[in-house]
Protein backbone atom coordinates (compact mmCIF):
# COMPACT_ATOMS: atom_id res chain seq x y z
CA UNK A 1 0.00 0.00 0.00
CA UNK A 2 1.68 3.53 -1.01
CA UNK A 3 -1.11 5.65 0.30
CA UNK A 4 -3.62 5.16 2.80
CA UNK A 5 -6.59 7.92 3.20
CA UNK A 6 -8.61 8.03 6.27
CA UNK A 7 -11.26 10.65 7.02
CA UNK A 8 -9.52 13.38 5.29
CA UNK A 9 -11.69 16.32 6.07
CA UNK A 10 -10.72 19.97 4.59
CA UNK A 11 -12.26 23.03 5.97
CA UNK A 12 -12.70 25.91 3.50
CA UNK A 13 -12.84 29.47 4.86
CA UNK A 14 -15.95 31.11 6.33
CA UNK A 15 -17.73 32.40 3.65
CA UNK A 16 -17.45 29.95 1.14
CA UNK A 17 -20.70 28.44 -0.33
CA UNK A 18 -19.88 25.30 2.18
CA UNK A 19 -17.98 24.83 5.25
CA UNK A 20 -15.81 21.29 3.93
CA UNK A 21 -13.97 21.06 0.97
CA UNK A 22 -13.36 17.36 1.80
CA UNK A 23 -15.68 15.82 4.16
CA UNK A 24 -14.26 12.42 5.99
CA UNK A 25 -12.54 10.88 2.50
CA UNK A 26 -10.68 7.54 2.74
CA UNK A 27 -9.39 5.34 -0.16
CA UNK A 28 -5.78 3.42 -0.82
CA UNK A 29 -3.53 3.81 -3.89
CA UNK A 30 -1.29 0.67 -4.16
CA UNK A 31 1.62 0.55 -5.40
CA UNK A 32 1.99 0.03 -9.86
CA UNK A 33 -1.69 0.89 -9.22
CA UNK A 34 -4.14 3.95 -11.47
CA UNK A 35 -7.04 5.05 -9.08
CA UNK A 36 -9.58 7.64 -11.25
CA UNK A 37 -11.08 10.39 -8.32
CA UNK A 38 -14.37 11.03 -10.65
CA UNK A 39 -16.82 13.97 -9.94
CA UNK A 40 -18.12 17.26 -11.29
CA UNK A 41 -16.64 20.59 -10.44
CA UNK A 42 -17.02 21.42 -6.46
CA UNK A 43 -16.85 17.90 -5.79
CA UNK A 44 -13.60 17.92 -3.99
CA UNK A 45 -11.30 15.78 -6.31
CA UNK A 46 -8.41 18.42 -6.52
CA UNK A 47 -8.40 19.20 -2.93
CA UNK A 48 -8.07 15.85 -2.32
CA UNK A 49 -4.84 15.61 -4.46
CA UNK A 50 -3.35 18.96 -3.36
CA UNK A 51 -3.75 17.51 0.13
CA UNK A 52 -1.70 14.56 -0.77
CA UNK A 53 0.95 17.10 -2.04
CA UNK A 54 0.48 19.82 0.69
CA UNK A 55 0.16 21.94 -1.29
CA UNK A 56 -3.76 23.27 -0.07
CA UNK A 57 -4.20 26.86 -0.49
CA UNK A 58 -3.75 29.78 2.29
CA UNK A 59 -7.25 29.53 4.12
CA UNK A 60 -7.91 26.18 3.15
CA UNK A 61 -6.98 23.69 6.00
CA UNK A 62 -6.80 19.54 6.99
CA UNK A 63 -8.97 19.55 10.03
CA UNK A 64 -9.03 15.93 10.41
CA UNK A 65 -8.06 12.28 9.45
CA UNK A 66 -4.53 10.57 7.93
CA UNK A 67 -2.58 10.67 4.50
CA UNK A 68 -0.06 8.23 4.72
CA UNK A 69 2.29 7.75 1.92
CA UNK A 70 4.57 4.93 2.43
CA UNK A 71 3.88 4.72 6.49
CA UNK A 72 4.66 8.71 6.55
CA UNK A 73 1.74 10.77 7.56
CA UNK A 74 1.68 13.81 5.00
CA UNK A 75 -0.88 16.12 7.03
CA UNK A 76 2.19 16.02 10.01
CA UNK A 77 4.92 17.24 8.04
CA UNK A 78 6.85 20.06 8.75
CA UNK A 79 7.88 22.25 4.81
CA UNK A 80 10.86 21.05 4.68
CA UNK A 81 10.01 17.63 4.97
CA UNK A 82 7.51 17.84 2.25
CA UNK A 83 10.00 19.71 -0.25
CA UNK A 84 12.06 17.08 -0.23
CA UNK A 85 9.23 14.53 -0.34
CA UNK A 86 8.04 16.41 -3.27
CA UNK A 87 9.40 15.82 -7.20
CA UNK A 88 11.58 12.40 -5.35
CA UNK A 89 8.61 10.57 -4.30
CA UNK A 90 5.57 12.25 -5.91
CA UNK A 91 5.01 14.71 -8.62
CA UNK A 92 1.74 16.57 -10.06
CA UNK A 93 0.56 17.47 -13.45
CA UNK A 94 -1.60 20.11 -13.07
CA UNK A 95 -4.39 21.16 -15.12
CA UNK A 96 -3.44 24.38 -16.88
CA UNK A 97 -0.05 23.69 -18.28
CA UNK A 98 0.13 27.65 -19.19
CA UNK A 99 -0.37 28.52 -15.68
CA UNK A 100 1.78 26.19 -14.23
CA UNK A 101 4.72 26.90 -16.39
CA UNK A 102 6.64 29.87 -16.16
CA UNK A 103 5.81 32.34 -19.09
CA UNK A 104 9.74 34.05 -19.06
CA UNK A 105 11.92 31.24 -18.76
CA UNK A 106 12.64 28.53 -21.55
CA UNK A 107 11.71 24.84 -21.03
CA UNK A 108 15.03 23.79 -20.44
CA UNK A 109 15.81 25.84 -17.31
CA UNK A 110 12.37 24.57 -16.00
CA UNK A 111 13.11 21.34 -16.08
CA UNK A 112 16.91 21.28 -15.23
CA UNK A 113 15.86 23.83 -12.31
CA UNK A 114 14.02 20.59 -10.82
CA UNK A 115 16.54 18.41 -11.11
CA UNK A 116 18.93 20.62 -9.63
CA UNK A 117 16.75 21.41 -7.05
CA UNK A 118 16.88 18.10 -5.66
CA UNK A 119 19.80 16.15 -6.80
CA UNK A 120 24.04 17.52 -6.63
CA UNK A 121 24.29 17.48 -10.23
CA UNK A 122 25.46 20.36 -12.66
CA UNK A 123 23.43 22.53 -15.15
CA UNK A 124 24.80 21.25 -18.07
CA UNK A 125 23.99 17.53 -16.92
CA UNK A 126 20.31 18.46 -15.80
CA UNK A 127 19.54 20.06 -19.14
CA UNK A 128 21.26 16.70 -21.05
CA UNK A 129 18.73 15.00 -18.93
CA UNK A 130 15.91 17.52 -19.38
CA UNK A 131 16.54 16.83 -23.39
CA UNK A 132 16.43 12.91 -22.58
CA UNK A 133 12.71 13.41 -20.93
CA UNK A 134 11.73 15.27 -23.90
CA UNK A 135 12.55 12.74 -26.51
CA UNK A 136 10.98 10.02 -24.70
CA UNK A 137 7.63 12.67 -24.84
CA UNK A 138 8.23 12.93 -28.41
CA UNK A 139 9.70 15.96 -28.63
CA UNK A 140 12.31 17.53 -30.03
CA UNK A 141 15.36 18.69 -27.87
CA UNK A 142 15.02 21.73 -29.82
CA UNK A 143 12.22 22.81 -27.59
CA UNK A 144 14.78 23.15 -24.99
CA UNK A 145 15.26 26.90 -25.72
CA UNK A 146 11.37 27.56 -26.11
CA UNK A 147 9.32 29.53 -23.98
CA UNK A 148 6.03 28.27 -23.19
CA UNK A 149 3.86 30.50 -25.16
CA UNK A 150 5.21 29.25 -28.00
CA UNK A 151 4.32 25.76 -27.44
CA UNK A 152 1.37 24.08 -28.77
CA UNK A 153 -1.15 22.96 -25.58
CA UNK A 154 -0.27 18.95 -26.20
CA UNK A 155 3.65 20.25 -26.61
CA UNK A 156 3.09 22.26 -23.08
CA UNK A 157 1.43 18.84 -21.50
CA UNK A 158 4.16 16.82 -22.38
CA UNK A 159 6.48 19.32 -20.82
CA UNK A 160 4.58 19.10 -17.73
CA UNK A 161 4.74 15.54 -17.45
CA UNK A 162 8.50 15.26 -18.31
CA UNK A 163 9.05 17.79 -15.46
CA UNK A 164 6.73 15.69 -12.89
CA UNK A 165 8.97 12.54 -14.06
CA UNK A 166 12.24 13.91 -14.28
CA UNK A 167 12.65 12.64 -10.35
CA UNK A 168 11.58 9.24 -11.16
CA UNK A 169 8.23 10.06 -8.52
CA UNK A 170 6.54 7.29 -6.82
CA UNK A 171 3.13 8.60 -6.97
CA UNK A 172 2.26 10.66 -10.04
CA UNK A 173 -1.12 13.05 -9.70
CA UNK A 174 -2.29 14.06 -12.93
CA UNK A 175 -5.38 16.88 -11.98
CA UNK A 176 -7.49 17.01 -15.30
CA UNK A 177 -4.47 16.52 -17.69
CA UNK A 178 -6.33 16.50 -21.03
CA UNK A 179 -9.61 18.35 -20.00
CA UNK A 180 -8.54 21.54 -22.47
CA UNK A 181 -6.92 19.34 -25.12
CA UNK A 182 -8.27 18.10 -29.00
CA UNK A 183 -8.95 14.52 -28.44
CA UNK A 184 -6.52 13.05 -30.54
CA UNK A 185 -3.74 14.78 -28.56
CA UNK A 186 -5.83 13.50 -25.62
CA UNK A 187 -5.50 9.85 -26.71
CA UNK A 188 -1.72 10.54 -27.14
CA UNK A 189 -1.54 11.77 -23.65
CA UNK A 190 -3.31 9.20 -22.32
CA UNK A 191 -1.79 6.67 -24.05
CA UNK A 192 1.91 8.09 -22.58
CA UNK A 193 1.00 8.43 -19.59
CA UNK A 194 -0.02 4.55 -19.32
CA UNK A 195 2.81 3.64 -20.80
CA UNK A 196 5.11 5.13 -18.93
CA UNK A 197 2.91 3.93 -15.44
CA UNK A 198 4.17 0.60 -16.78
CA UNK A 199 7.26 1.10 -17.62
CA UNK A 200 8.32 2.37 -13.94
CA UNK A 201 6.10 1.09 -11.86
CA UNK A 202 4.76 3.90 -10.47
CA UNK A 203 0.98 4.62 -9.15
CA UNK A 204 -1.33 7.27 -10.95
CA UNK A 205 -3.65 9.00 -9.52
CA UNK A 206 -5.57 10.84 -12.33
CA UNK A 207 -8.23 13.42 -11.49
CA UNK A 208 -11.27 13.65 -14.35
CA UNK A 209 -15.29 14.44 -15.12
CA UNK A 210 -14.97 12.23 -18.12
CA UNK A 211 -15.95 8.38 -17.39
CA UNK A 212 -14.96 7.40 -20.86
CA UNK A 213 -11.04 8.02 -19.77
CA UNK A 214 -11.75 6.02 -16.67
CA UNK A 215 -12.64 3.23 -18.35
CA UNK A 216 -9.36 3.51 -20.83
CA UNK A 217 -6.97 3.95 -17.85
CA UNK A 218 -8.18 3.21 -14.31
CA UNK A 219 -7.91 -0.41 -12.18
CA UNK A 220 -10.46 1.46 -9.89
CA UNK A 221 -12.43 4.60 -9.31
CA UNK A 222 -13.84 6.72 -6.25
CA UNK A 223 -16.65 9.33 -7.18
CA UNK A 224 -16.80 12.40 -5.23
CA UNK A 225 -19.87 14.53 -4.73
CA UNK A 226 -19.64 17.76 -2.44
CA UNK A 227 -16.93 16.57 -0.53
CA UNK A 228 -17.42 13.38 -0.01
CA UNK A 229 -16.77 9.88 -1.14
CA UNK A 230 -20.47 8.53 -3.00
CA UNK A 231 -19.11 5.10 -4.71
CA UNK A 232 -15.65 3.38 -4.96
CA UNK A 233 -14.47 -0.07 -6.68
CA UNK A 234 -12.77 -1.35 -9.45
CA UNK A 235 -13.67 0.10 -12.88
CA UNK A 236 -15.30 -2.86 -13.59
CA UNK A 237 -17.38 -3.18 -11.57
CA UNK A 238 -18.30 0.45 -11.22
CA UNK A 239 -18.87 0.99 -14.62
CA UNK A 240 -20.61 -1.90 -15.33
CA UNK A 241 -22.91 -1.85 -12.19
CA UNK A 242 -23.03 1.52 -10.90
CA UNK A 243 -24.95 1.24 -6.85
CA UNK A 244 -24.93 5.33 -6.38
CA UNK A 245 -27.37 7.76 -8.60
CA UNK A 246 -24.87 10.28 -8.40
CA UNK A 247 -22.57 7.56 -10.24
CA UNK A 248 -25.14 6.59 -12.89
CA UNK A 249 -26.02 10.39 -13.84
CA UNK A 250 -22.32 10.55 -14.31
CA UNK A 251 -22.07 7.78 -16.55
CA UNK A 252 -25.36 8.45 -18.70
CA UNK A 253 -23.96 12.08 -19.40
CA UNK A 254 -21.26 11.00 -21.06
CA UNK A 255 -21.55 11.10 -24.59
CA UNK A 256 -21.55 7.89 -26.43
CA UNK A 257 -20.19 8.78 -29.74
CA UNK A 258 -23.10 7.22 -31.57
CA UNK A 259 -24.93 9.37 -34.05
CA UNK A 260 -28.92 10.55 -32.93
CA UNK A 261 -30.33 12.93 -35.53
CA UNK A 262 -31.02 12.06 -39.33
CA UNK A 263 -30.30 14.15 -42.26
CA UNK A 264 -33.10 16.86 -42.88
CA UNK A 265 -35.15 16.98 -46.06
CA UNK A 266 -33.40 19.35 -48.80
CA UNK A 267 -34.19 22.68 -48.47
CA UNK A 268 -32.71 25.94 -49.65
CA UNK A 269 -30.09 27.00 -47.76
CA UNK A 270 -30.36 30.22 -45.77
CA UNK A 271 -26.05 30.66 -45.70
CA UNK A 272 -24.02 29.00 -48.34
CA UNK A 273 -20.01 28.93 -48.55
CA UNK A 274 -18.44 28.62 -51.76
CA UNK A 275 -14.36 28.24 -52.00
CA UNK A 276 -14.14 30.57 -49.20
CA UNK A 277 -9.81 31.42 -48.21
CA UNK A 278 -8.26 33.10 -45.25
CA UNK A 279 -4.47 33.83 -44.63
CA UNK A 280 -2.87 34.61 -41.80
CA UNK A 281 0.71 35.84 -41.98
CA UNK A 282 3.11 33.91 -39.28
CA UNK A 283 5.48 36.14 -37.26
CA UNK A 284 2.99 39.58 -37.08
CA UNK A 285 2.17 42.08 -39.87
CA UNK A 286 5.78 43.24 -40.11
CA UNK A 287 7.26 39.71 -40.83
CA UNK A 288 8.35 38.59 -44.19
CA UNK A 289 7.35 35.01 -43.37
CA UNK A 290 5.40 33.59 -45.62
CA UNK A 291 1.22 33.27 -45.16
CA UNK A 292 -0.90 29.91 -43.82
CA UNK A 293 -4.07 29.25 -44.91
CA UNK A 294 -5.88 28.78 -41.74
CA UNK A 295 -9.39 28.64 -44.26
CA UNK A 296 -8.32 27.12 -47.68
CA UNK A 297 -11.17 26.92 -50.20
CA UNK A 298 -14.27 25.99 -48.12
CA UNK A 299 -17.83 25.35 -49.38
CA UNK A 300 -20.60 24.54 -47.11
CA UNK A 301 -24.58 24.39 -47.53
CA UNK A 302 -26.68 25.29 -44.04
CA UNK A 303 -30.46 25.56 -44.03
CA UNK A 304 -32.97 26.73 -41.60
CA UNK A 305 -33.92 24.46 -38.68
CA UNK A 306 -29.91 22.21 -39.58
CA UNK A 307 -27.45 21.91 -37.25
CA UNK A 308 -24.21 21.53 -39.67
CA UNK A 309 -21.02 20.04 -36.86
CA UNK A 310 -17.49 21.34 -37.99
CA UNK A 311 -15.32 18.93 -36.68
CA UNK A 312 -11.13 19.13 -36.10
CA UNK A 313 -8.27 19.68 -34.05
CA UNK A 314 -7.06 22.99 -32.74
CA UNK A 315 -5.53 24.69 -36.01
CA UNK A 316 -7.47 23.06 -38.43
CA UNK A 317 -9.33 26.55 -39.46
CA UNK A 318 -13.21 25.67 -37.30
CA UNK A 319 -12.85 28.77 -35.47
CA UNK A 320 -11.47 31.31 -38.58
CA UNK A 321 -14.45 29.73 -40.66
CA UNK A 322 -16.79 30.38 -38.30
CA UNK A 323 -15.44 33.96 -37.80
CA UNK A 324 -15.68 34.66 -41.80
CA UNK A 325 -19.16 33.38 -41.97
CA UNK A 326 -20.14 36.06 -39.54
CA UNK A 327 -17.91 38.41 -40.55
CA UNK A 328 -15.59 39.42 -37.18
CA UNK A 329 -12.82 38.38 -39.89
CA UNK A 330 -13.17 39.28 -43.61
CA UNK A 331 -11.98 36.32 -45.76
CA UNK A 332 -9.24 37.17 -48.89
CA UNK A 333 -11.42 34.96 -51.57
CA UNK A 334 -14.86 33.33 -52.04
CA UNK A 335 -18.28 34.10 -51.58
CA UNK A 336 -21.07 33.74 -48.66
CA UNK A 337 -24.23 34.02 -49.40
CA UNK A 338 -26.78 34.82 -46.55
CA UNK A 339 -30.50 34.65 -47.33
CA UNK A 340 -29.49 35.31 -51.24
CA UNK A 341 -27.00 38.29 -50.09
CA UNK A 342 -23.52 37.90 -50.58
CA UNK A 343 -21.98 39.25 -47.24
CA UNK A 344 -17.90 38.17 -47.90
CA UNK A 345 -17.45 41.55 -49.04
CA UNK A 346 -19.96 43.98 -47.79
CA UNK A 347 -19.07 46.86 -46.16
CA UNK A 348 -19.80 47.55 -42.51
CA UNK A 349 -22.83 50.08 -42.78
CA UNK A 350 -24.70 47.65 -45.58
CA UNK A 351 -23.45 44.37 -42.81
CA UNK A 352 -25.31 45.75 -40.13
CA UNK A 353 -28.84 45.22 -40.71
CA UNK A 354 -27.64 41.40 -41.34
CA UNK A 355 -25.42 41.26 -38.16
CA UNK A 356 -28.40 40.79 -35.66
CA UNK A 357 -29.79 37.92 -37.50
CA UNK A 358 -26.45 36.06 -37.10
CA UNK A 359 -25.29 35.50 -33.69
CA UNK A 360 -22.16 33.37 -31.78
CA UNK A 361 -22.01 31.75 -28.60
CA UNK A 362 -18.47 32.21 -27.71
CA UNK A 363 -16.32 28.76 -26.41
CA UNK A 364 -15.18 30.92 -22.48
CA UNK A 365 -18.46 31.58 -20.79
CA UNK A 366 -16.15 33.20 -17.91
CA UNK A 367 -14.50 35.49 -20.53
CA UNK A 368 -17.46 36.30 -22.76
CA UNK A 369 -19.59 38.08 -20.39
CA UNK A 370 -18.54 41.62 -18.92
CA UNK A 371 -17.88 41.27 -15.64
CA UNK A 372 -18.50 44.72 -14.59
CA UNK A 373 -22.31 44.27 -15.87
CA UNK A 374 -25.59 42.81 -14.44
CA UNK A 375 -26.85 39.72 -16.85
CA UNK A 376 -29.68 42.79 -17.30
CA UNK A 377 -27.55 44.99 -18.84
CA UNK A 378 -25.59 42.25 -21.30
CA UNK A 379 -28.76 40.68 -22.05
CA UNK A 380 -30.32 44.04 -23.73
CA UNK A 381 -27.44 45.69 -24.73
CA UNK A 382 -27.87 43.91 -28.47
CA UNK A 383 -31.58 45.59 -28.88
CA UNK A 384 -30.69 48.78 -27.68
CA UNK A 385 -27.88 49.24 -29.53
CA UNK A 386 -30.64 48.53 -32.87
CA UNK A 387 -32.96 50.97 -30.88
CA UNK A 388 -35.74 49.12 -29.42
CA UNK A 389 -37.72 50.20 -26.41
CA UNK A 390 -35.72 49.27 -22.90
CA UNK A 391 -39.11 48.08 -21.33
CA UNK A 392 -39.38 45.61 -24.29
CA UNK A 393 -36.09 44.30 -24.41
CA UNK A 394 -35.88 43.68 -20.32
CA UNK A 395 -38.96 41.83 -20.70
CA UNK A 396 -37.97 39.81 -23.84
CA UNK A 397 -35.01 38.86 -21.50
CA UNK A 398 -36.57 37.89 -18.72
CA UNK A 399 -38.78 35.60 -21.18
CA UNK A 400 -35.46 34.23 -23.09
CA UNK A 401 -33.87 33.61 -19.65
CA UNK A 402 -36.64 31.36 -18.69
CA UNK A 403 -36.34 29.66 -22.05
CA UNK A 404 -32.99 28.76 -21.05
CA UNK A 405 -33.86 27.56 -17.47
CA UNK A 406 -32.81 30.26 -15.56
CA UNK A 407 -35.13 32.81 -13.67
CA UNK A 408 -35.59 35.95 -14.05
CA UNK A 409 -33.65 37.21 -10.94
CA UNK A 410 -30.83 36.42 -12.74
CA UNK A 411 -31.03 40.11 -14.61
CA UNK A 412 -30.11 41.60 -11.49
CA UNK A 413 -27.07 39.67 -10.82
CA UNK A 414 -23.48 39.40 -12.08
CA UNK A 415 -21.46 36.51 -14.06
CA UNK A 416 -19.45 35.80 -10.86
CA UNK A 417 -22.02 34.82 -9.19
CA UNK A 418 -23.14 32.34 -11.48
CA UNK A 419 -21.33 28.71 -12.39
CA UNK A 420 -19.76 28.11 -15.60
CA UNK A 421 -23.00 26.32 -16.56
CA UNK A 422 -25.06 28.71 -15.71
CA UNK A 423 -22.88 31.62 -17.58
CA UNK A 424 -22.98 29.36 -20.94
CA UNK A 425 -26.48 29.22 -20.93
CA UNK A 426 -26.70 32.82 -20.42
CA UNK A 427 -24.25 33.53 -23.50
CA UNK A 428 -27.02 31.36 -25.35
CA UNK A 429 -29.26 33.93 -23.96
CA UNK A 430 -27.51 37.14 -25.16
CA UNK A 431 -27.17 35.41 -28.97
CA UNK A 432 -30.89 34.65 -28.65
CA UNK A 433 -32.02 37.98 -27.81
CA UNK A 434 -31.90 39.51 -31.41
CA UNK A 435 -33.99 36.84 -32.41
CA UNK A 436 -31.62 35.32 -35.18
CA UNK A 437 -31.74 33.14 -37.83
CA UNK A 438 -28.24 31.58 -37.61
CA UNK A 439 -26.30 30.44 -34.28
CA UNK A 440 -22.71 29.98 -34.37
CA UNK A 441 -21.90 27.98 -31.60
CA UNK A 442 -18.04 27.79 -31.36
CA UNK A 443 -16.94 25.30 -28.48
CA UNK A 444 -20.11 25.55 -26.04
CA UNK A 445 -19.55 22.87 -24.01
CA UNK A 446 -15.89 21.73 -24.47
CA UNK A 447 -15.11 23.76 -20.74
CA UNK A 448 -17.98 22.13 -18.81
CA UNK A 449 -18.35 18.75 -16.29
CA UNK A 450 -20.60 16.59 -18.68
CA UNK A 451 -23.70 16.25 -16.86
CA UNK A 452 -23.43 20.35 -17.20
CA UNK A 453 -22.31 19.68 -20.45
CA UNK A 454 -25.79 17.07 -21.78
CA UNK A 455 -27.95 19.81 -20.33
CA UNK A 456 -26.11 22.68 -22.53
CA UNK A 457 -26.52 20.19 -25.58
CA UNK A 458 -30.02 19.47 -24.55
CA UNK A 459 -30.98 22.80 -24.41
CA UNK A 460 -28.98 23.96 -27.55
CA UNK A 461 -30.88 21.04 -29.33
CA UNK A 462 -34.42 22.21 -28.12
CA UNK A 463 -33.86 26.16 -28.79
CA UNK A 464 -32.86 25.36 -32.35
CA UNK A 465 -35.93 23.20 -33.24
CA UNK A 466 -38.16 25.81 -31.26
CA UNK A 467 -36.99 28.57 -32.95
CA UNK A 468 -36.23 26.92 -36.24
CA UNK A 469 -32.68 28.34 -36.30
CA UNK A 470 -29.82 26.88 -38.54
CA UNK A 471 -26.89 26.35 -36.56
CA UNK A 472 -23.35 26.00 -36.83
CA UNK A 473 -21.92 23.76 -34.45
CA UNK A 474 -17.74 23.94 -33.68
CA UNK A 475 -16.43 20.89 -31.80
CA UNK A 476 -12.95 18.91 -31.63
CA UNK A 477 -15.19 16.42 -29.85
CA UNK A 478 -16.96 13.76 -32.02
CA UNK A 479 -19.30 12.85 -29.53
CA UNK A 480 -20.57 15.60 -28.88
CA UNK A 481 -20.86 16.43 -32.42
CA UNK A 482 -22.91 13.15 -32.79
CA UNK A 483 -25.37 14.06 -30.45
CA UNK A 484 -26.73 17.70 -31.81
CA UNK A 485 -25.95 17.61 -35.48
CA UNK A 486 -27.69 16.80 -38.74
CA UNK A 487 -24.66 16.32 -40.91
CA UNK A 488 -20.59 16.97 -40.23
CA UNK A 489 -17.67 18.47 -41.93
CA UNK A 490 -14.44 17.46 -40.81
CA UNK A 491 -11.07 20.07 -41.58
CA UNK A 492 -7.68 19.53 -41.36
CA UNK A 493 -5.52 22.43 -42.13
CA UNK A 494 -7.92 24.35 -43.36
CA UNK A 495 -9.54 22.05 -45.74
CA UNK A 496 -12.70 19.80 -45.57
CA UNK A 497 -11.77 16.40 -45.78
CA UNK A 498 -14.44 15.08 -45.63
CA UNK A 499 -18.64 16.03 -45.37
CA UNK A 500 -22.18 14.13 -45.04
CA UNK A 501 -24.78 13.25 -42.59
CA UNK A 502 -23.54 12.08 -39.31
CA UNK A 503 -25.11 8.96 -39.01
CA UNK A 504 -22.86 8.17 -42.20
CA UNK A 505 -19.87 9.82 -40.97
CA UNK A 506 -19.72 7.68 -38.00
CA UNK A 507 -20.65 4.33 -39.87
CA UNK A 508 -18.47 4.53 -42.66
CA UNK A 509 -16.19 7.10 -42.31
CA UNK A 510 -14.09 7.80 -45.74
CA UNK A 511 -10.65 9.68 -44.90
CA UNK A 512 -8.18 8.31 -42.52
CA UNK A 513 -8.35 11.86 -40.79
CA UNK A 514 -11.98 10.81 -39.59
CA UNK A 515 -10.67 7.84 -38.76
CA UNK A 516 -8.57 8.85 -36.31
CA UNK A 517 -11.01 11.30 -34.82
CA UNK A 518 -13.36 8.21 -34.20
CA UNK A 519 -10.37 5.75 -32.66
CA UNK A 520 -9.22 8.61 -29.98
CA UNK A 521 -13.17 9.35 -28.77
CA UNK A 522 -12.21 7.69 -25.36
CA UNK A 523 -14.20 4.94 -23.51
CA UNK A 524 -15.94 4.33 -26.92
CA UNK A 525 -14.86 0.73 -26.71
CA UNK A 526 -16.22 0.12 -23.37
CA UNK A 527 -19.29 2.49 -24.47
CA UNK A 528 -19.92 -0.40 -27.40
CA UNK A 529 -19.87 -3.06 -25.44
Known amino acids: MLVSMQGLTVALPSGADRSLAVDKVSFEIDANEIVCIVGESGSGKSVTAHAIMGLLPRGVTATGGSILFDGVDILRQPPEALRKMRGCDMAM ?201 AVDGVSLTLSRGETLGIVGESGSGKSTLARCVIRLLDPEEGEILFDGADIAHMRSGALRPLRRRIQMVFQDPFSSLNPRQTIGDILIAGPRAYGEDIKDARARAAEILRMVGLTSESLRRFPHEFSGGQRQRIGLARALMLKPDVLIADEPVSALDVTVQAQVLRLLDDVRAQMNLAMLFITHDMRVAAQVCHRVMVMRHGRVVETGPTRDVFAVPTDAYTRQLLAAIPGRLTATQ
Open 93 to 293: IFQDPMAALNPVVTIGRQIAEQICAHRAISQGRALKQAAELLGRMGLPAALLKSFPHQLSGGQRQRVMIAMALSLSPRLLIADEPTTALDVTTQAQILKLLKEIQAERQMSVLLITHDFGVVADMADRVVVMRHGAVVESGTTNAVLGAPSHAYTQALIAAVPKGEAILPPLPSTDPLISVTNLSKRFRRGGFFSHAPTIA
